[in-house]
């Protein structure tokens, strides 16, 4: 049994997969001497390009499907796929740096923490309002003790008490179940870490396909009205591609 996964749910990646796989497979490797052996999860999660192929072609250890495309739900069939006691949830536009995978690895084996995430840097250069957001995520996160979706990571004993990510929601169930596991890990002495450096690099390419006023909105969306993470096509932003893809309701 590997000793932790990684795992990646991808929804039309196959662009973005090849780098996101080299950086896990190379990070796994970097820490294999002091954290033993780690495996790589792909959901494909229903993908309509070669994401699941490319993903194989690539150095995933698996690939398992999901035909419901809600990350949520992909990260949860992920998290099911193997018998590791640690997991890792990357996104499929993510890099992961071997550094970062040590310090969460060796908090989670320390026996003190449940769970954590990281500070966030993007790839590229993007639009001022989006910079600010992402600063602004990194500061709550960090004061608050919350970790972004592209990179969570837990012991598999809390993930499983706290109920795994939330399916009723389409945005936001990371920020839900560190709730839930902060609660689980309180009653037991143990601790949510948010690490700091290296910062885990994932793509600022939703920056190329929408204005800034999407990202206001979309925000406002789901902080003023209740219930709107239940809507896919309320959290369309997190789904589609301008011009290829159109959310469902």
Known sequence: ?????????AYNEEDCLPATLAAARAAVEAVADEHGRGEIVVVDNNSSDRTAAIALEHGADRVVFEGHNQIA???NVGAAATEAD?????????LLPGELLSQALAALASGEVA???ARVSLDREVQPAVAWLVRTWDRLSTAFGYAAGSFFFCRRDAFEASGGFDESVYAGE???LARRIKAWAKRRGLSFVVLRDPPVTTSGRKSDWFTAKDFFLQVAVLLLLP???RSRRLCAMWYRRPGREKPDA
């Open 227 to 229: 219930g709107a993470a």
């Open 115 to 117: 769970a954590g995430g």
């Open 73 to 75: 739900r992909a990260r």
């Open 86 to 94: 640690r997991l890792v949830f990357v996104d499929a536009d993510t």
């Open 1 to 9: 049994m590997s000793r932790y996964a990684i795992v990646i749910p």
């Open 174 to 176: 990371e920020v839900w």
